[in-house]
T-cell receptor, first 113, second 113 residues
Framework: EAGVTQFPSHSVIEKGQTVTLRCDPISGHDNLYWYRRVMGKEIKFLLHFVKESKQDESGMPNNRFLAERTGGTYSTLKVQPAELEDSGVYFC???????????FGPGTRLTVL | RKEVEQDPGPFNVPEGATVAFNCTYS??????FFWYRQDCRKEPKLLMS???SGNEDGRFTAQLNRASQYISLLIRDSKLSDSATYLCVALKVGGSTLGRLYFGRGTQLTVWP
């Protein structure tokens, strides 16, 4: 069974540009989560989808971040415009239910110059 | 105050040593707890769940003390392959934030030959 996949693995952009990260969860997992690790800090929750609906987006830093999960399959996380402090590793995770084990993707390492 | 606090280490131990990691959590609401392992530049992977009754899996033993809001992980007979960062993780049970994982900063372990 394929695991959670994320694209791209790395992205280097300049401040003010737009970047879109993609996550493909494990097939059949209704729950999809985005997390972020900024250098020197702990991994922090960004938001949670149940199918195509946003269950909890209270962890989103500001309105420059937009997440979608059209059709309840893959998800995208867009950062527009990117700022220096957005640099970090963005992880996606999926699970069958909200209290099941979350399986993480390999992450997207975003660098904003 | 952070939800989960961990000593970041690093811990440097010889092969065969026994090493213990601890973490504390701040929210006394009913929660589930886990230890995740993260290898360098990889995604976090579930190592084991933590229960008040204790949980043992081979050389690894995890323990939860709800009275003191304290979680531990004991690794016996350390192997070189145990070198990684160990993340203490809490999952709130119930409420609108059900499903969100709260991570500690991680404790870095290096096992040397």
């Amino acid at each position: 069974e394929a695991g959670v996949t994320q694209f791209p693995s790395h992205s280097v952009i300049e401040k003010g540009q737009t970047v879109t990260l993609r996550c493909d969860p494990i097939s059949g997992h209704d729950n999809l989560y985005w997390y972020r690790r900024v250098m020197g800090k702990e991994i922090k929750f960004l938001l949670h989808f149940v199918k195509e609906s946003k269950q909890d987006e209270s962890g989103m830093p500001n309105n420059r971040f937009l997440a979608e999960r059209t059709g309840g399959t893959y998800s995208t996380l867009k950062v527009q415009p990117a700022e220096l402090e957005d640099s970090g590793v963005y992880f996606c995770a999926s699970s069958p239910g909200r209290d099941n084990e979350q399986f993480f993707g390999p992450g997207t390492r975003l660098t904003v110059l | 105050r952070k939800e989960v606090e961990q000593d970041p280490g690093p811990f440097n131990v010889p092969e065969g040593a026994t090493v213990a990691f601890n973490c504390t959590y701040s929210n006394s609401a009913s929660q589930s707890f886990f230890w995740y392992r993260q290898d360098c530049r990889k995604e976090p992977k579930l190592l084991m769940s933590v229960y008040s009754s204790g949980n043992e899996d081979g050389r690894f033993t995890a323990q939860l003390n709800r009275a003191s809001q304290y979680i531990s992980l004991l690794i016996r007979d350390s192997k070189l392959s145990d070198s990684a960062t160990y993340l203490c993780v809490a999952l709130k049970v119930g409420g609108s934030t059900l499903g969100r994982l709260y991570f500690g900063r991680g404790t870095q372990l290096t096992v040397w030959p």
